[in-house]
């Protein structure tokens, strides 16, 4: 079975500034996705960023950028330029595919950032 | 486009009871997946579905059922609830395998 680690359960961040948030996952898999979710207290989950296990170069998504370290089973989330919408909480995910048409997306417990104006 | 609808937003049930939980999902996407997430805890899988057949199911008892239907819309069911099911029950869709799934709003289950 999968696991998801995120050791930071609360972060805050000044507007327009730099901030990491940590995860760290264990699988014995080497087929596999990894996604960072925001989850704002309108509740609807939204995809920030998604990596796949087999490329080597981290992906990057306008002010969203990961850290992807594959042998040591991290995956870090980078927001530059903080706003005050980017205040939500964050969700890591590991997506295992199951088959052809099947997967599932096992999840951390979160890391609520709050951009400080 | 629209995206993953989910139906009703907010649900009040008491112990005992059955109640369905329903998902359109994101035209054109065949995958259909449930998640139930505890207030402050991450989401949990339940079940996936893909081309109507169930392909996934995580760690929850049998009264916990689903079934998707030939428009890929998806149904939810909870038998003899408990209070320990009071949740977020988040449903995602996508085109299927390793594609991302994009979540609805969510039903908010509230047991009494």
């Known amino acids: 079975a999968q696991t998801v680690t995120q050791s930071q359960p609360e972060m805050s961040v000044q507007e327009a500034e730099t901030v990491t948030l940590s995860c760290t996952y264990d699988?014995?898999?080497?087929?596999?996705?990894l996604f960072w979710y925001k989850q704002p207290p309108s509740r609807q989950m939204i995809l920030v960023i998604r990596?796949?296990?087999?490329?080597?170069q981290n992906a990057t998504e306008n002010r969203f950028s990961v850290n992807f370290q594959k042998a040591a089973k991290s995956f870090s989330l980078k927001i530059s330029d903080s706003q005050l919408g980017d205040t939500a909480m964050y969700f890591c995910a590991f997506m295992k595919p199951l088959g052809t048409s099947g997967s599932r997306l096992t999840f951390g417990e979160g890391t609520q950032l709050t951009v400080n104006p | 486009d629209a995206g993953v609808t989910q139906s009703p937003t907010h649900l009040i049930k008491t112990r005992g009871q059955h109640v369905t939980l329903r998902c359109s999902p994101i035209?054109?996407?065949?995958?259909v997946s449930w998640y139930q997430q505890v207030l402050g805890q991450g989401p949990q899988f339940i079940f996936q579905y893909y081309e109507k057949e169930e392909r996934g199911r995580g760690n929850f008892p049998d009264r916990f059922s689903a079934r998707q239907f030939p428009n890929y819309s998806s149904e939810l069911n909870v038998n003899a609830l408990l209070l320990g099911d009071s949740a977020l029950y988040l449903c995602?869709?996508?085109?299927?395998?390793?594609?991302?799934?994009?979540f609805g709003d969510g039903t908010r289950l509230s047991i009494l």
């Open positions: 995602a869709s996508s085109l299927g395998g390793r594609q991302p799934q994009h």
């Open positions: 035209s054109g996407h065949k995958s």
């Open positions: 990596q796949e296990a087999y490329k080597q």
């Open positions: 699988t014995s898999e080497s087929n596999y996705y």
